[in-house]
């Protein structure tokens, strides 16, 4: 019986059961919440670590609305899973949070996030307190920060040399269309120097676009100086060269008022008096385009028919974009001012393109607007071919992430040793490291530099190579000194590795994991309402024709 409190009252409560509403979920202390957290979070790990490097597997995702999804881009596994543990979504926060900011390395950062939580879980079973492996972590994380600047092996000093470029980013190609690395990065290499401005800095990954048109392979893909429309021009004409661009954001058709009219006509000749006043004014509009010099009009909404019979008379060439996202890309491209009204353009108004033509690619009839060599150009588009849907959308994740490590590059220009060189690296000198260190804190110290062997382990494995082996010849090799030797998938064998990883990925990864691992290291109670809604509706079965 519960012992009477001060004033002769009774507390009767059964703990947070009769404290919260009913269907609420709750857990707490080590085996139930921490122990849960770390073994969701080391799961969530293990289905992207085996897509990790150029040999990773596929997923088949389908999502909340059947849509399928083939690839090896973790980011977008993670993103499509509907993760519903709420410390493993604390891992996908992180990769969308990479995501963003890096635009690569978000398998690195989920996977490596894992692997200290598991190294973490093996350490509380020791009998180690939570705050003292999330002392260790942080203070590995500090470490192994420095010891990675350290590291840098190359830098990218001509931002504008194709080459470059190409040989930067073709780590990050690889490990999502490998076989097809040295193509697309020099693809991308091409489209990131057409639009890289005088200043890098000012970079903008917007104007690298991408046009996806199905049929034949990868190798058939193309830039193009300009944009490539998926839409046919209105009217005959299809053609035009080295010509001045109108671009309207508003519709080319006769103008409405806001509030209703009506017009009392009471004799034939008053009709065709009114129709013919109609027609004068499109007309007129239309006589002014043309004469200040515009052959290329373009609307981002409708086109009127009236409009389009005085465009075709005047031998103008004109098309809709109705994406104000692309219309605002195209004035880019052709340097023009959108006009918000239907009336003639000033000179400073006007842009120019050196020609647009109607093209058929792949059976696909597209509108390609170029220009010169010699012509400024904001945006540039690589056109990808390939046999399947599926096969579009993972070129296009790989071609995303080539220019996002060009955008990296302009900000910091360093380079690491790629293909695990720079991990065992990381693993060996941390490894030293905590054996200077004294108390508790050199065991998580020494897990935190454990936990790099992932991605060599992860590399030998889907390389079809004995992981421990392999860890074994790799810190064999650099404990003589060799810090660039990696794995070579190719060859099968341990060598001196020419495949880069971008310096600001890896710090931020690295930086993002180890804050995510100490979140959730942190938890120890997790307490979870009832989901709000009623019952679900059955099922409805299939239809009874009789």
């Known amino acids: 019986m519960p012992k009477p409190q001060p004033g002769g009252m009774y507390l009767g409560m059964q703990g947070l059961t009769d404290l919260l509403k009913e269907g609420t979920k709750h ?3 080590i085996d139930e919440a921490v122990a849960k957290n770390l073994e969701a979070s080391k799961q969530l790990a293990d289905i992207s670590r085996t897509s ?6 596929n997923k088949i995702v389908i999502n909340h609305i ?6 090896s881009d973790a980011a977008t596994i993670l993103k499509e899973l509907e993760v519903a543990h709420p410390a493993a979504n604390m891992l996908v926060l992180a990769s969308k949070q990479q995501e963003e900011e890096i635009g690569d390395g978000s398998n690195f950062c989920v996977v490596f996030a894992g692997e200290i939580l598991f190294g973490a879980a093996s350490l509380i079973r020791m009998g180690m307190h939570v705050s003292e492996i999330i002392k260790g972590y942080e203070r590995a994380s500090k470490q192994a920060l420095e010891i990675l600047s350290e590291l840098s092996v190359k830098t990218v000093e001509d931002l504008t040399s194709e080459a470059h470029l190409a040989a930067a980013m073709k780590g990050a190609i690889a490990s999502k269309q490998y076989g097809y690395e040295t193509f697309l990065s020099d693809l991308i290499a091409k489209a990131c120097v057409l639009v890289m401005p005088k200043n890098p800095k000012n970079f903008i990954v917007d104007n690298v676009r991408v046009c996806k048109i199905a049929g034949l392979s990868v190798l058939q893909s193309s830039v193009i100086k300009g944009m490539v429309f998926t839409r046919t021009p209105l009217g005959n004409v ?22 209703k009219g009506t017009v009392l006509i009471q004799s034939a000749e008053e009709l065709k008096s009114y129709n013919k006043t109609e027609e004068e004014a499109m007309e007129k509009i239309i006589k002014e385009i043309a004469e200040s010099g515009a052959k290329f009009l373009v609307s981002g909404s409708t086109v009127g028919e009236m409009a389009a019979h005085f465009i075709e008379r005047y031998g103008l060439m004109c098309i809709k974009i109705p994406s104000k996202f692309e219309l605002r890309r195209f004035c880019r491209t052709v340097g023009a001012s959108t006009l918000t009204e239907l009336r003639k353009p000033n000179a400073e108004e006007l842009g120019y393109v050196h020609s647009a033509k109607e093209e058929e690619i792949g059976g696909t009839m597209c509108t390609v607007v170029r220009q010169d060599d010699g012509d400024s150009c904001g945006v540039a588009t690589i056109v990808i071919r390939a046999a399947t849907t599926n096969m579009l959308d993972d070129v296009e994740r790989a071609i995303d ?6 955008r990296c590059l302009v900000r910091d220009n360093r380079l690491l040793a790629g293909a695990g060189a720079v991990e065992i690296e990381l693993a060996r000198r941390l490894n030293q490291y905590a054996a200077s260190i004294p108390g508790l804190e050199q065991y998580a110290v020494k897990k935190f530099a454990e936990s790099f062997e992932v ?18 010849s790799l810190y064999a090799a650099h404990n003589e000194g060799k810090t660039t030797a990696g794995i070579d998938i190719e060859e099968l064998k341990i060598g001196e590795t020419t495949v880069y990883d971008v310096y600001s ?6 930086k993002l994991a180890t804050d995510t691992a100490c979140t959730v290291l942190k938890i120890d109670q997790i307490i979870m309402s009832k989901p709000a809604g009623g019952p679900k509706a059955p099922s409805q079965g299939g239809r009874d024709d009789d």
């Open 66 to 71: 059947e849509k399928m999804f083939v690839t």
């Open 27 to 29: 857990y707490q202390g």
């Open 238 to 259: 299809k053609h035009v060269e080295k010509c001045k661009v109108a671009v309207f954001g508003c519709a080319i058709d006769a103008a409405a008022t806001d509030t």
């Open 401 to 406: 992430d080539g220019v996002n490590a060009v």
């Open 505 to 510: 990925s890896k710090e931020t990864a690295i």
């Open 455 to 472: 991605v060599p382990r992860t590399l030998a494995e889907n390389a079809g190579l004995n992981a421990a082996d392999t860890i074994t």
């Open 52 to 57: 990790l490097g150029p040999q990773g597997r």
